[in-house]
């Protein structure tokens, strides 16, 4: 089975500062898709960025990127002139070749100073 | 769109009672998934339906039940609610599966 790690459970940030969230993963397939998503105090679920696993190019959103190391299995969240809006749970999340959903990690709550 | 909706937002359930989660999309999905949230943990998977006609075990099956009635809705049966089943139940789609879910606003169960 697939596994998430999450090892900030909480990390901290100055409004306009570039924060890093880390992920990583255990997988045994070659294919697959990661994620993250927000999750606001509003508790909704919002994805923040996408990458599939096939590409080595690293996705960017705005100011949301990630850097993708297949080889590390790892996935980590840059986001880039931190916003008060910004502050929120962010989850990593797995999705491989099965039909049978996401795996998420446990998420880190991120908290923006003002 | 209304994209995913939930239904109840709260419910308060005494252990034995049973009730249903109510679950629809208008994005024209063919896979949905319920996922439970507990304090200090990612979703957890209970059910998913990779497309109409099928339903599938998740991580936490035990408990619960569901029903794919159409391509747009996908219900969660709690038969005799417990204790343990107190927790936030979130619904998603995707187009397929393995492509981005998204997700209804959940519903937050107290089960006393």
């Known amino acids: 089975a697939q596994t998430v790690t999450q090892s900030q459970p909480e990390m901290s940030v100055q409004e306009a500062e570039t924060v890093t969230l880390s992920c990583t993963y255990d997988?045994?397939?070659?294919?697959?898709?990661l994620f993250w998503y927000k999750q606001p105090p509003s508790r909704q679920m919002i994805l923040v960025i996408r990458?599939?696993?096939?590409?080595?190019q690293n996705a960017t959103e705005n100011r949301f990127s990630v850097n993708f190391q297949k080889a590390a299995k790892s996935f980590s969240l840059k986001i880039s002139d931190s916003q008060l809006g910004d502050a929120a749970m962010y989850f990593c999340?797995?999705?491989?070749?099965?039909?049978?959903?996401?795996?998420f990690g446990k998420g880190t709550h991120l908290i923006i100073q003002p | 769109n209304a994209g995913v909706t939930q239904t109840p937002k709260f419910q308060v359930l005494k252990t034995g009672q049973s009730m249903t989660l109510q679950c629809a999309q208008d994005?024209?999905?063919?896979?949905m998934y319920w996922y439970r949230q507990d304090p200090g943990m990612g979703l957890r998977l209970i059910y998913y339906?990779?497309?109409?006609?099928?339903?599938d075990k998740g991580e936490v099956p035990n408990g619960y039940n569901v029903s794919r009635l159409n391509k747009r809705e996908f219900s969660l049966r709690l038969e005799s609610a417990a204790p343990s089943q107190t927790s936030v139940y979130f619904c998603?789609?995707?187009?397929?599966?393995?492509?981005?879910?998204?997700f209804g606003p959940g519903t937050r169960l107290l089960v006393l």
């Open positions: 998603a789609s995707s187009e397929f599966f393995r492509e981005t879910q998204y």
């Open positions: 997988t045994s397939e070659s294919d697959y898709y």
């Open positions: 990458q599939e696993a096939y590409k080595q």
């Open positions: 999340a797995y999705s491989g070749g099965g039909a049978d959903g996401l795996t």
């Open positions: 994005m024209n999905h063919n896979s």
């Open positions: 339906s990779a497309s109409e006609g099928t339903t």
